[in-house]
């Protein structure tokens, strides 16, 4: 059997290496069109933010490695030019000696990725502007740096490679400016919980302007469309990714709804024995079930472990993915799983949402907060998104939350985990328990959650409800919910004679310990339209930010 495999980063040589590992007598051949084979795209910010020393470290494996250890034969800087179809052949051009051949193939995968976006700026082509991508901008990139000495960056595009580069660039000394169009960094995130990224991003020095959109690039300016002037003598596109589909297409192989190439669960397409893996091809939601498109690293390697197994007769099929995602931003980790709060309403689906902030480890050991946003099904009790920000105990958490929800949890499930505990790494009622045992409460109605925004919106309507401030006094007069009292929690029992039991009530403290042991009071004392503010004041006050 001859395998031909059109592209070798990661998703490629993952076809290669399994394909090998399950056939010792197949042909497999792969062609790639730029330098550099297998390497570590999500590494190339650390290194130039000389966190990483040299640049060989993200590029460990060349063709002459995979061809002794798999028997492969790799061919860079050799472009596939055409493919016959119906006669299984394909044109190859050596892109260093313009030489043209045919080659020959009984199964043929396409890994050709994907290509960063060039906004249509005036200006894109000069060149102290750079993409992040290739192994071939990382060293345009670096030998500019050395170079030119530039003091002021620009980043267009607050994404995770945007915000990667900001952290990096800064660190490195530079004075940064990220921009984005939309009014928000990470799309993949609510924007309540943007906004405590955003709110570092500029605590530590990064200049973030949103919604703005940049029109003009010149030598030492850029120029927005609102106006604005920004000073740059180095300027990085971070605005997406587009797969590389145009070679699939011209052979009739079909597009999916998000513009990469419809594969089914083997990574099969509709053209017989012709398979796409990687950042060119479409995955799907193990929530929903319908196309979803994020071109990681860690998808990549999976699909083309895959595609690998069926090729030489396995049954390993692609399961789908929940869109996770982590990056660091300075001293903070921000992760997100599965669907947001805007997703999720646009699913149709009845939800609760719960803002819990607890530390991630235990307080006198100096463990620092999490705030967790996590979303769950009414009607089924199944978590079904989380989003993470914190300095500390982030990935842990994530990883837990992106299995449970792989593996169709409940919300009451969470608290019935067996977690690690000891006082240096979590607390006894881990961040996790305490989310599940607090959706599964508000879901069931025992201690009803509403949001910051939900509050607001009701106060707005001029709806009569009592909200009750269970803080201390001098907690109160620093920063409190519009139109609360203040009743400290020891005080409620007597001074509840002062409220209505008919009237809805909302119950908070700082982040929502407090406010759910006040709300468990008025319960008992009758009270049945009461809700515990997700998340307390200080969720409160970082939504009346976000507004």
Known sequence: MKIIIIGSVAAGTSVAAKARRNDEQAEITLYNADYDISYSVCGIPYFLGGEIDELETLTPRTPSWFKKRYNVDIFIRHEVTSIDAVEKKIQVKNLDTNEVKEDIYDVLVFATGATPITPEISGVELEHVFQVRTIQNTKAIEKFMKEKQPEKATIIGAGYIGLEMAEQLKTRGLDVTLVQRSNQVMSHLDKDMAIRVEEHLVKKGVKLLLNEEITAINEAEIHSKS????????????????????????????????????????????????????????????????????????????????????????????????????????????????????????????????????PARAEYLGGKDLIIKAIADRQTGRILGVQIVGEEGVDKRMDVFVTAITFQAKAEDLFHLDLAYAPPFSTTKDPVMYTGMALQNAIEKKNKLITPSDLSERINNGEAIQVIDTRSAKQFQASCVDSAINIALGDLREKSKNLDPLLPTVTYCNSGTTGNAAQNVLRNLGYSDIYNLSGGNKNYQTFKKSK
């Open 227 to 358: 106006g604005k002037v920004i000073e740059a003598d180095m300027v990085i596109l971070a605005t997406g990714v587009r797969p590389n589909t145009q070679l699939a297409e011209a052979i009739g192989v079909n597009i999916g709804q998000s513009g990469a190439i419809a594969v089914n669960s083997k990574m099969q397409t509709n053209i017989p024995d012709v398979y796409a893996v990687g950042d060119v091809a479409e995955s799907f939601s193990l929530i929903t079930g319908k196309p979803l498109y994020r071109p990681l690293g860690s998808t990549a390697n999976k699909m083309g472990r895959i595609a690998g197994d069926v090729i030489t007769g396995g049954s390993l099929e692609h399961r789908g993915i929940l869109g996770t995602g982590i990056l660091r931003v300075f001293d903070l980790a921000v992760g997100q799983t599965g669907m947001t709060e805007k997703e999720a309403l646009e699913e149709g689906y009845s939800i609760e949402i719960l803002h819990n902030i607890k």
